[in-house]
T-cell receptor, first 110, second 119 residues
């Protein structure tokens, strides 16, 4: 069974600071996804990473993938309050079933 | 962009009753849909894979007789929670994969979720 872990589980950071969320997974996969979830809402797609070394950036968020290390990172640059949410990574198996990480609850403090 | 809807958005029912949740792909066809369950402050857990015209595939630990899945058309999958109990209260989210892989390869589109509360 594919297992996905995120670190940290909870993150409180001040506006303007940088931080990185880590996503480790247990078996080989070449597809990794990052999602954002606001309270009571469904998932908003942030990034799709499809190959080793892939790096994607959107605004203050940047995601990368290292398939050899089975590691993805989501880097937050100069955080703002609007980024407060829970962030999930998900890894797809060959059957296109998604297995989600434990989630990182981010709170950005003014 | 591809849109997936769920109905209802929320439902409150009495213990012992059955509840049906619908998942529809609005502007694309989906041979495969997925059902997830999310308890408060927890991650999404894959419950089952719904395949159009065939039986669903359930994840280990998910009771197939309790969570009935029907994928009768390329745009609709239903999840029926039979004889619901308070411990079934959760946020249920479906996703669908666009059948046209060239248009949107490897992408799942998530529905808005259905919040089930069993009293």
């Amino acid at each position: 069974e594919l297992k996905v872990e995120q670190n940290p589980l909870f993150l409180s950071m001040q506006e303007g600071k940088n931080y990185t969320i880590y996503c480790n997974y247990s078996t080989t996969s070449d597809r990794l996804y990052w999602y954002r979830q606001d309270p009571g809402k469904s998932l908003e797609s942030l990034f799709v990473l499809l190959s080793n070394g892939a790096v994607k950036q959107e605004g203050r968020l940047m995601a990368s993938l290292d398939t050899k290390a089975r590691l993805s990172t989501l880097h937050i640059t100069a955080a703002v309050h609007d980024l407060s949410a829970t962030y999930f990574c998900a890894v797809a198996n060959t059957g296109n079933q998604f297995y989600f990480g434990t989630g990182t609850s981010l709170t950005v403090i003014p | 962009g591809a849109v997936v809807s769920q109905h209802p958005s929320w439902v409150i029912c009495k213990s012992g009753t059955s509840v049906k949740i619908e998942c529809r792909s609005l502007d694309f066809q989906a041979t495969t849909m997925f059902w997830y369950r999310q308890f408060p402050k927890q991650s999404l857990m894959l419950m089952a894979t719904s395949n159009e015209g065939s039986k669903a595939t359930y994840e280990q630990g998910v009771e197939k007789d309790k969570f009935l899945i029907n994928h009768a058309s390329l745009t609709l999958s239903t999840l029926t929670v039979t004889s619901a109990h308070p411990e079934d209260s959760s946020f249920y989210i479906c996703s669908a994969r666009d059948q046209d892989r060239e248009r949107s390869p490897n992408t799942q589109y998530f529905g808005p979720g259905t919040r089930l509360t069993v009293l």
